[in-house]
């Protein structure tokens, strides 16, 4: 049983960067059958895809956010790691790192998801 869990601060100031960490447990952030993405969830509205880390370290972005947005990893940890920079209260989202077996880019359908973590509320201040 794969389990996801994210951490990060609550609560980030405008123009600064939102870094979360999503620690896995049960298997290998390197195993080639996963892939491991970040969504999120602003208030009222549905899922949005932000990106995803392959097995091989490669990744892949939402076009919208990719300019802002940096997926890494640190294999000896089992994590994966999201940066967001110059955030605004727009980024206000409840975030989620989720696991799939293959690669998918673009999925908001969970679903398609085969482990989530519990989700972490990111609130954006003015």
């Known amino acids: 049983q794969v389990q996801l869990q994210e951490s990060g601060p609550g609560l980030v100031k405008s123009s600064q960067t939102l870094s979360l960490i999503c620690t896995v447990s049960g298997d290998s952030i390197t195993t080639s059958h996963l892939a491991w993405s970040w969504l999120r969830q602003p208030p009222g509205k549905g899922l949005e895809w932000m990106g995803v880390?392959?097995?091989?370290?490669?990744?892949y972005y939402n076009s919208s956010l990719k300019s802002r947005t940096s997926i890494s990893r640190d294999t000896s940890k089992n994590q994966f790691f999201l940066q967001l920079s110059s955030v605004t209260p727009e980024d206000t989202s409840v975030y989620y790192c989720a696991c799939a077996y293959g690669l998918r880019t673009g999925v908001t359908d969970r679903a398609t998801y085969a482990y989530w973590g519990q989700g972490t509320q990111v609130t954006v201040s003015s």
């Open positions: 880390l392959a097995y091989d370290g490669s990744t």
